[in-house]
């Protein structure tokens, strides 16, 4: 489970399992804060996202970190951020691991599932934005094979964080994701929907399982962005003028 805090009028999420770990900072964002605006949504020129982007890492006791940027486009490409030379353009991908210090990773979500990920000794963290592409490009496995072969740390020493995504309860899906997800084991019919549900987070459990973690390295966000509207953006829920939510990661030096 991840439990809901609330730090400088600012609402998050965080796994218990993580804040355990020396050195590890990170958090999943809210639409909460003095009121239920509070956004990462890029839109040209809006200061606002600047002023959040300020507070949320203040209020996660991470004020002043750079973070390095993802141009998030539905993929399942996976960048290996150890220079900061990256920081001021955004690369193509949905996910990163870095080994750096003193930086922060992060993706932008509003329905699509955040995954934030850790080794036991503060060597690499992971960001994740899986949506149903990613998912089904397995980006979860992806970026847990990239974690062994550029920084060398073991599936069996990671700690993983599945954040707020939109639930099976909301998540009616067509027969070409049926089709690219490839798994029946994470749909569920019922009589009452016309279409299948896709879990998206069991999914992407069931990726970090199969890449050789076990049951109790990986929590899970049991919230529904698009059920708790008081506490998250939903895409499917508010269209286009959806907001979104930050989760980030990182090691302290
Ligand atoms: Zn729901």
Redesign the pocket.
């Known amino acids: 489970m991840l439990q809901v805090k609330r730090k400088s009028q600012i609402t998050f999420l965080q796994c218990e399992a993580l804040n355990g770990r020396p050195h590890i900072v990170h958090a999943f964002s809210t639409r909460r804060s003095e009121r239920n605006d509070f956004t990462f949504r890029a839109s040209s020129g809006n200061p606002i996202l600047e002023i959040n982007r300020v507070r949320f890492l203040a209020a996660i006791g991470a004020a002043g970190w750079p973070s390095l940027k993802l141009k998030q486009v539905h993929s399942g490409i996976v960048r290996d951020m150890n220079d900061t030379s990256a920081a001021n353009e955004a690369l193509e991908g949905d996910a990163a691991v870095t080994g750096l210090r003193g930086v922060l990773i992060g993706v932008q979500t509003a329905d699509c599932v955040p995954i934030l990920v850790a080794d036991s000794q503060a060597r690499a963290v992971a960001a994740i934005h899986a949506g149903w592409r990613g998912t089904a490009a397995r980006i979860a496995d992806t970026t847990v094979k990239r974690l062994f072969s550029f920084l060398g740390v073991e599936p069996k020493d990671l700690t993983v964080a599945i954040g707020p995504h939109?639930?099976?309860?909301?998540?009616e899906v067509g027969d070409e994701v049926v089709e690219a997800i490839g798994d029946p084991a994470v749909f569920e019919r019922r009589a009452e929907w016309p279409r299948a549900h896709l879990n998206l987070g069991e999914a992407n459990r069931r990726q970090f399982l199969n890449a050789g973690l076990l049951d109790e390295q990986i929590e899970t966000s049991s919230l529904?962005?698009?059920?708790?509207q008081d506490l998250f953006h939903s895409y499917r829920r508010d269209g286009k003028k959806a907001g979104a939510m930050l989760s980030v990661i990182g090691i302290a030096e």
């Open positions: 939109i639930g099976v309860c909301c998540y529904c962005t698009h059920c708790s």
